[in-house]
């Protein structure tokens, strides 16, 4: 049954456990690996973008765990009524079709009740958060933009002629503490 909310279509949608277990198969690794990237919340954006009587086609993005400031793997899910018929992919390098991804994916449909209309906007958009998001936490930062670190204050000193004579009297004060220093240890 379709809901709006605002201007968003949601359906209500559920996968269940026993499916996803079928799907896999007897390898617990899948579950185990996808469990892990869905507790780690990496199912960053996720929703429907076709559906009719037979099937409904979902897509997902995952966040590259090595590398969070990339492009999240996009995953495509034709979930029909029969796991037989399901027909799963995801860009990540593994392909198998039962990937860790594809998992996570499937946990977070088992996990919830309903699933969002899911536009091309909403994918760039999705896509453009997660890139802020990344980059904030993950991404590599000049020491000098860490908040705990204060910027020192600069002396520019209004009188050209002034540097100078800065720069003479600190060259003499280091040379004065090496002579105090040489006294103090005269080995
Ligand atoms: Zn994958």
């Known amino acids: 049954m379709d809901q709006t909310a605002g201007i968003r ?27 892990a990237v869905y507790d780690a919340k990496h199912v960053v954006c996720i929703g429907y ?15 590259q765990s090595s590398h969070p400031g990339n492009m999240p793997h996009e995953i495509c899910l034709k979930i029909t009524n029969n796991v037989s018929g399901w027909v799963l992919r995801c860009s990540c390098k593994a392909g198998t079709g039962r990937c860790k991804h594809i998992v996570a994916c499937l946990l977070h ?19 453009g958060i997660l890139k802020s998001k990344a980059s904030a936490p993950w991404g590599a930062k000049r020491v000098s933009e860490l908040c705990c670190i204060k ?37």
């Open 9 to 35: 279509n949601i359906i209500d949608f559920n996968i269940k456990l026993l499916d996803i277990l079928d799907y896999v198969g007897d390898s617990v690794r899948p579950i185990r690996e996808g469990s």
């Open 49 to 63: 973008t076709n559906r009719s009587d037979q099937d409904i086609s979902i897509k997902g993005y995952v966040t």
């Open 109 to 127: 449909l088992n996990r919830s009740d309903q699933v969002e209309y899911l536009s091309c906007t909403d994918t760039r958009q999705a896509w």
């Open 151 to 187: 910027t020192p204050t600069r002396l520019v000193p209004t009188d050209p002629n002034l540097k100078d004579e800065i720069v003479k009297q600190s060259f003499t004060r280091i040379l004065e503490g090496m002579y105090k220093l040489t006294l103090s240890f005269p080995w």
